[in-house]
């Protein structure tokens, strides 16, 4: 555990259409330890699909801002450039935590990174695509983002993978089932070195 008395903080990013919100969903039914998802807020609009609630809370820019300015985040940024933010609310931690579970974040590396600030125990993961070719690859395969937002996209990844060494760990995504099994004995290892000692 990340201290005596709190339960683990666990941390993923890389790049958007790496395939994250696949290996987000595998994780959640596979994990060996109590793992929740901590529902962020953003002021994107929700695609189709979405709602509010589920995989975002989805405020207006008022609303966002009313609510950083009252200190409810524990981090939040601009992300991608895109005029949109994203953050993380403090009563998701607690929530999650009061219901003893691992609060599991996917969120950016700028995000990522003040968090482990935070906690510097968090059980931090950078999630890898295997080459730029396959990310842009995937992106386009993906083909719900115009071209300007993929190369906007391409250009924060390789960006982002400069930070890629403040994380604990990093998993490469070759094949969902095994970047999942990697990152459920992460979670399994931490687990044993929490009861150890
Ligand atoms: P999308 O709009 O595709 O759902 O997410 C875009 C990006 O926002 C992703 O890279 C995701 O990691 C990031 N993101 C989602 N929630 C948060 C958050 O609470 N804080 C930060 N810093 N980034 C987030």
């Known amino acids: 555990m990340s201290s005596s008395n709190s339960l683990p903080v666990v941390v993923l990013s890389g790049p958007s259409g790496a395939g994250k919100t696949t290996i987000v969903g595998e994780m959640l039914r596979n994990s060996p330890v109590p793992l929740a998802l901590s529902i962020s807020a953003t002021t994107r609009p929700p695609r189709p699909g979405e709602v509010s ?8 820019d008022e609303e966002f801002r009313r609510r950083r300015e009252a200190g ?4 939040c940024a601009e992300v991608h450039k895109s005029g949109y933010w994203y953050g993380t609310l403090k009563s998701e931690i607690d ?16 995000g990522a990174l003040r968090v ?3 906690y510097p125990q968090a059980v ?10 396959e ?9 719900s983002e115009s071209d300007e937002v993929i190369q906007r996209r391409l250009r924060t990844a ?9 994380y604990r760990y990093r998993v490469v995504n070759d094949e969902l089932d095994r970047a999942v099994r990697e990152i459920c004995d992460i979670l399994s290892r931490e687990d044993a070195g929490s009861h150890a000692g």
């Open 53 to 60: 609630g589920d995989h975002y809370y989805f405020l207006s």
């Open 72 to 75: 409810e985040f524990l981090e």
């Open 95 to 110: 929530r999650i935590h009061a219901a003893g579970s691992w609060a599991f974040l996917e969120i950016d590396v700028e």
């Open 116 to 118: 482990m600030e935070l």
């Open 124 to 133: 931090s993961i950078f999630l890898e695509t295997p080459s730029a070719e």
């Open 135 to 143: 990310y842009e690859r995937r992106l386009r395969n993906r083909g």
């Open 158 to 166: 390789e960006n982002e993978l400069k930070y890629a060494v403040s």
